[in-house]
């Protein structure tokens, strides 16, 4: 059973770097054809892709996050991580981690998710 848990801050100030660590166990990341991605969800809106790192560390964003979005990983520690920088109040969140089974949007295992919130 593959297990996912989103790590970091809860709260930051508009401007900051957002950093969130997902550690990824009962699976690598570097098996074939997955994809572990970052989604968040606003209060009161949908699901937002934000991007993923591939099986071969290849990654892919969202367009309208791009310039502010990373992801990167650490394949001795079985863990990707997110960095989103100069956060504003829009950034309030819950962010979750994932896997995607082809890179096709489907989603078979999701961390909890982790609230953070942006406010001076």
């Known amino acids: 059973q593959v297990q996912l848990q989103e790590s970091g801050p809860g709260l930051l100030k508009p401007s900051q770097t957002l950093s969130l660590t997902c550690t990824v166990s009962?699976?690598?990341?570097?098996?074939?054809?997955?994809?572990w991605s970052w989604i968040r969800q606003s209060p009161g809106k949908g699901l937002e892709w934000m991007g993923a790192?591939?099986?071969?560390?290849?990654?892919y964003y969202s367009p309208s996050l791009k310039s502010r979005t990373s992801i990167s990983r650490d394949t001795s520690k079985n863990q990707f991580t997110l960095r989103l920088t100069s956060v504003t109040p829009e950034d309030t969140a819950v962010y979750y981690c994932?896997?995607?089974?082809?890179?096709?949007?489907?989603?078979?295992?999701w961390g909890q998710g982790t609230q953070v919130t942006v406010s001076s």
């Open positions: 994932a896997r995607d089974t082809a890179g096709g949007g489907e989603f078979d295992f």
């Open positions: 009962g699976g690598s990341i570097t098996a074939s054809s997955y994809f």
């Open positions: 790192i591939a099986f071969s560390g290849s990654t």
